[in-house]
């Protein structure tokens, strides 16, 4: 009787609510205690709740969620502006990769491929073609002589590529070469036409003269340069000089060139007697620039290793933000059902 008492008033005073059919302890013997034990063994590191302390762990575990969603808020966010950033830097490759930046350079020469020089004087006559040097211009031949030159001069007649009816002769001239001892070519013509307001003589500079001499079909070649080239004019009664420029510009298979003129035009004092003034004159002085050919090229800004580096460090916040959020309410799933055991645990002591 002594012993069943005692026994009795021990596991009331225990308190535990794991008393059963296996939650009796009238045996001592070892087992059977380890069977109790393991049967209402909490959670690892958690202790039973005590009715004292059980506002505190609440307070806590609510903490702890509150600061796991905020944290997966926090992730969602940066996750957000990852996939931006990766949109956005594949756009911006794709528009440069599209719209390739003009890079120009220049590059320095001692002498220039001589260019070809297609004059259309029409009913003009030819008075002088001569090379000098250091803009050492001789003065003007009289309208009834003709001067002896040294130019290279080609004279072609063929069909204009916009009207086959309309037959044009162009006189083709080499060009000047030698840019640092400032050779210019120096042209005079003259046209007795009384009945016109207005008179000019057109011109079009094309590349190299050698392709012209090298042409099987020069009239075809003339063809094809007044297709591609810009056509000028220059006025009588004046100096026009003109001085030339090149411009190569790389693309696919073939490189195309470019001459830009700076013209200045200086009105001739005609001092003939006025019966000789009906012939007007004519004069045109052709010279390069500057000893620079103005190189242009086409330069895609878009490095694809840059982008591939950012995508990737992208993507990785990307995988190391939802491993985050998954481990996150995987823990803040452990908590919330370690509380609800817990309270479960403290309303089963209380029953």
């Known amino acids: 009787m002594l012993r069943r008492e005692t026994s009795r008033s021990y596991q009331e005073f225990n308190g535990d609510d794991c008393s059963g059919p296996h939650g009796s302890y009238g045996n001592n013997d070892v087992s059977e205690v380890e069977h109790d034990e393991a049967s209402c063994d909490p959670l690892p590191d958690e202790d039973?709740?005590?009715?004292?302390?059980?506002?505190?762990?609440?307070?806590?575990?609510?903490?702890?969620?509150?600061?796991?969603?905020?944290?997966?808020?926090?992730?969602?966010?940066?996750?957000?502006?990852?996939?931006?950033?990766?949109?956005?830097?594949?756009?911006?490759?794709?528009?440069?990769?599209?719209?390739?930046?003009?890079?120009?350079?220049?590059?320095?020469?001692?002498?220039?491929?001589?260019?070809?020089?297609?004059?259309?004087?029409?009913?003009?006559?030819?008075?002088?073609?001569?090379?000098?040097?250091?803009?050492?211009?001789?003065?003007?031949?009289?309208?009834?002589?003709?001067?002896?030159?040294?130019?290279?001069i080609e004279e072609i007649i063929y069909y204009g590529p916009y009207s086959n009816q309309t037959q044009k002769r162009a006189m083709v001239v080499r060009g000047p070469t030698d840019v640092r001892n400032r050779e210019l070519i120096f042209l005079q013509f003259s046209r007795n036409e009384t009945e016109e307001d207005f008179s000019a003589i057109s011109y079009m500079i094309f590349a190299e003269f050698s392709d012209l001499l090298e042409s099987s079909d020069k009239a075809a070649f003339m063809m094809d340069c007044e297709r591609n080239y810009s056509m000028w004019t220059f006025s009588g009664g004046f100096r026009?000089?003109?001085?030339?420029?090149?411009?190569?510009?790389?693309?696919?298979?073939?490189?195309?060139?470019?001459?830009?003129?700076?013209?200045?035009?200086?009105?001739?004092?005609?001092?003939?007697?006025?019966?000789?003034?009906?012939?007007?004159?004519?004069?045109a002085v052709f010279q390069w620039r500057d000893p620079f050919i103005q190189q242009v090229k086409d330069i895609v800004t878009a490095n694809p290793w840059n982008t591939i580096a950012i995508l990737c460090g992208v993507f990785m916040a990307l995988f190391k933000a939802a491993d985050f959020a998954k481990l996150s309410i995987k823990w803040m799933i452990k908590i919330r059902k370690r509380h609800l055991r817990a309270k479960l645990r403290e309303m089963n002591q209380i029953s």
């Open 240 to 283: 026009t000089w003109v001085k030339m420029s090149l411009v190569k510009t790389p693309g696919r298979g073939s490189e195309s060139v470019e001459f830009r003129q700076e013209s200045s035009v200086v009105k001739y004092i005609d001092k003939r007697p006025p019966q000789e003034q009906a012939n007007e004159l004519f004069f």
């Open 48 to 152: 039973i709740v005590d009715s004292n302390l059980m506002p505190i762990t609440f307070n806590k575990a609510c903490l702890k969620n509150v600061f796991t969603v905020i944290l997966v808020l926090i992730y969602l966010l940066l996750s957000t502006v990852a996939a931006f950033l990766a949109y956005q830097t594949i756009s911006d490759f794709m528009e440069k990769l599209n719209h390739p930046v003009m890079s120009v350079s220049y590059k320095e020469v001692e002498e220039f491929t001589p260019p070809g020089i297609a004059l259309y004087p029409g009913k003009a006559q030819l008075l002088s073609c001569m090379h000098h040097y250091h803009d050492n211009i001789p003065p003007p031949v009289s309208s009834g002589s003709r001067a002896e030159g040294d130019c290279i």
